[in-house]
């Protein structure tokens, strides 16, 4: 199980379009293959910055499966006006669960 | 309840120790006023990119109460010399949760 990090700086005055979009996305998600768990959350220091956290069995089920299926284009349609930039996209592994 | 994300760049080759580092130090946060949890993921895309996820019941018992306390060095001490700069530190907090 890996986690997908995607930092996502929205256009001052889209927030709200924007969270609004990825609730509408969640079920696109939960019917992509190999994914277990989305959320989304939001920067305190800078408020129009987002990171979308998406647990996937494997990375692949991220950059191939979805990316490569119709419903990424559908994801896109729904948020990707409110971007001011590209996404910055990582995938993380956890490697210590302290408590 | 919000979440720090700090994203430690460590010097490559002191991996391990880095990780040994946040785990000899998982005490030091479960006694800390306000935390409730704590994890270290690892970028799959630069291995010497960690990023260490803290849940505090406020953004002030992580910036005001730990950073103000003894236990704060005692952190430092654990892991600094591991870090390749300084980390890059911001608060977040869930705006939904999708499934």
Chains 1, 2 share one sequence.
């Not at 990825?22 to 959350?41: D, H, N, Q, S, Y």
């Not at 987002?50 to 490569?68: C, I, M, P, S």
């Amino acid at each position: 199980m890996i986690t997908e990090i995607a930092q996502i700086e929205v256009k001052p005055g889209m927030e709200s379009e924007f969270e609004s979009g990825v609730k509408t996305a969640a079920p696109i998600f939960k019917r992509a293959k190999g994914c277990r768990a989305m959320e989304l959350r939001r920067s305190l220091e800078k408020p129009s910055r987002y990171r979308l956290f998406v647990a996937w069995e494997t990375v692949e089920n991220h950059t191939n499966d979805f990316r490569g299926s119709p419903d990424f284009q559908e994801w896109r349609k729904l948020v990707a006006h409110c971007f001011a930039s590209p996404p910055e996209v990582e995938h993380v592994a956890q490697v210590l669960r302290g408590f």
